[in-house]
């Protein structure tokens, strides 16, 4: 987290000496989760997710950019297809704040100084964490909360398209999967270590996923970057 925050104020110290191109907005969908309790589907929005995204514009090719997005996952295996989840039917929820950085690579030359529609798809791939309360579950299904949280470090890989609707806002549609390092965010796991001998469940050599799909909106502000005529 130390070094997250460090990468964010130096963003932010970088575009205010700079005066580059910077946009500043929200994320406004939705996140299912891919682990060793529930369905599998790795596209099937579930639960709300709302963020904040911030975006400094380096060229008309590539933006660096950091996003916190609040979120609760979930997994029933009463969803799943798979027979043997059903009949254990293990079900939880839970609560993942992620502060994701990293970099965004357009297909295409993204200037909003150029007159005409001005859209193109994009990646994004970075490096990220999220803090997560800890669980297990006993034999019969019910969870024990272990009052503890932790972080699950990931990588984030995001495909979306967007667009500018006007000189000052940009509308986008993203899809994106976080891996991570983790197999704790769904309970299978226990985090203390007294409690992992009996309780452990699932692929263990299988680490946890989720997702997000949504839409971003931001403005953008600051004088021409460095690539436009002044």
Known sequence: MRYLTLLLITFLGTQISSAQINEFGIFVGGSNFIGDVGATDYIAPKQLALGAIYKWNRSE????????TFTDIEGNDRDSDDPSRQIRGYEFNNSILELSAGMEFTFFDFNLHNEGNVSTPYLYTGVSVA??????????GTIVDEKTTSY????????????AISPDFIIALEIGA?????DELDGSV????????????????????YTFTGITLTYTFGRNPCFCPG
């Open 61 to 68: 090719r590539h933006s660096y950019r950091i996003s916190l």
């Open 131 to 140: 803090k997560h309360d800890n669980f297990y579950f006993n034999q019969d």
């Open 152 to 163: 699950a470090y990931g990588i984030p890989m995001a495909i979306g398209y967007k667009a």
């Open 178 to 182: 976080r891996y991570t390092f983790s």
């Open 190 to 209: 226990p985090d203390a270590k007294e409690a992992i001998e009996g309780r452990s469940f699932g692929n263990l050599n299988n680490n946890d996923w």
